[in-house]
């Protein structure tokens, strides 16, 4: 059996229309802005306006191209159209950027990074990954309508553009059902009804938590657009502010509490949240994942923490040389932790100037990411749990050969295939972040990027983080990498937004063979 393109492109067709639709809200958003004091020329308007015009003429001529065919969605069609969402829809994300650099008075006297298109495509990209990597220098000069429309990117990638349109288009169907599977991974256990209303269930939840942490950011001092744009990029862990110096911004440490609990909602699995509202508060507190997601937080704040305390970096030393408060100290550590390991990257200090213990837990918790189902990126909690188990079995049964013993997480047992697609996920992580960082090496060359620079950025991009360490640190950006180097970023962002194997499948021959 081929793969049916006819339905693949209906599929895409109706994508490109959702966000050619939600680009004419930003649309709206700017005349009103605009009118509101804060004129840009209506230039961001037109801009997001040819763009919507753009995906909504595509979109609907790749409807009608398809609509003769089968509503039928198979699993290769699946694999193909979840990888082609991203992929497309981040064409269509970056044309507002692009557009609105043409039409700029000022572009032959002002170069802006937005002027090359990788630019616009990586921003558009790190955007619907949830990425929250940048090439961005001066965030704040750009409209605000472009701003919103930046963190919407992340709000629409946090539990992902497929879900979306599965909930709102039920001529999926059985179709649906597969698309949904492989864009939520582990959390297809907790999702057993009709599978339209399952997605709608859970897009209720994210946009129930985005209206809570909007009007609790508003309430410790921030106003509305920022505290929209903050909670759209904090709910899906993205990552991407308003501000150069992101969250840093604000010098409140309640905004910066509040940040952390937002980051960490975003990173629970969404199927406990709806086990919350049956109220089954009881199987939702005792999920295992939690548990160690909950645990590996509060150590490694503890060890960074130590670390700050123990070799007390500059930035927490007043004129006189003593340390600032130890409460500013846990503050701080306890935010770049859970951006970090969240996968949000926020930031409130420059972490690159911290001791290489700290910096090394951030690194570990990076691959780690937060719970299976939630919009983190890494290889999250549950999995390294049950890589964990099934290597420590292997080992004993080096030494101890008739040994039989089921691997547990709590009291589900892990199959066996689970165990190696996990194994092999692993393993996959591994080769990528090395083959990663040694392509970003060979692009940019010994002269322009060191190991450090090259191996965080890969690290960034992967695990969906965003900031890395040295020249891609908290207070850089991806600006000045060469064109191959954000070709190949964009690339590993993709990979760790839909995980190693959803695209390495693809690269199969056997993938293209007729069955």
Known sequence: MTIDIRVISRQLGFLLLVLGGLQLVIALFGVVDDWGGKAHGFKDVFAVLLSAGIGCLTGLLLVLSGKTTSDLVGRREALLLVALSWILGSVLASLPYLLWALLRADRAAEPHPFDQYINCYFEAMSGLTTTGSTILTTIGTLPRSLLLWRAGTQWLGGLGIVVLFVAILPILGVGGRRILRVELGAARQGVRPQIKDAARALWLIYVGLTVAGTIALRICGMTWFDALAHTFTGISTGGFSTYDAS?????????????????????????????????????????????????????????????????????????????????????????????????????????????????????????????????????????????????????????????????????????????????????????????????????????????????????????????????????????????????????????????????????????????
Not at 370 to 380: E, I, N, Q, R, S
């Open 247 to 515: 969250i840093g911004a604000y010098q409140s440490s309640l905004i910066h509490w509040v940040t952390i609990a937002i980051m960490l909602l975003g990173s629970i699995n969404f199927v406990l949240f709806h086990l919350m509202l049956q109220r089954r508060w009881k199987s939702a507190l005792k999920d295992p994942e939690l548990r160690v997601f909950i645990l590996i937080v509060g150590v490694a704040t503890a060890i960074i923490t130590a670390s700050l305390l123990l070799q007390t970096p500059a930035m927490y030393l007043n004129e006189a040389g003593q340390r600032v408060s130890f409460w500013i100290v846990l503050r701080d550590a306890a935010f770049q932790l859970v951006a970090i390991m969240t996968t949000t990257g926020f930031a409130t200090a420059d972490f690159d100037a911290w001791a290489f213990p700290a910096k090394t837990v951030l690194l570990v918790v990076a691959f780690i990411g937060g719970c299976a189902g939630a919009t983190t990126g890494g290889l999250k909690v549950s999995r390294i749990v049950i890589a964990i188990k099934a290597s420590h079995e292997e080992l004993e049964r080096t030494f101890r050969p008739t040994i039989v013993r089921a691997t547990t997480v709590g009291k589900t047992v892990i199959p066996a295939d689970m165990k190696f697609h996990t194994l092999i996920l692993v393993l996959l992580y591994a080769m990528t972040f090395g083959v990663g960082t040694a392509g970003l090496m060979v692009s940019e060359g010994s002269d322009r990027i060191d190991i450090t620079t090259a191996a965080t950025a890969t690290i960034a991009a992967m695990n969906t983080t965003g900031p890395g360490l040295a020249e891609v640190g908290p207070t850089k950006t991806f600006t000045w990498m060469t064109l191959p180097s954000k070709l190949i970023l964009c690339f590993l962002m993709l990979l760790g937004r839909l995980e190693v194997i959803t695209i390495a499948v693809l690269f199969l021959p056997q993938f293209w063979r007729e069955e």
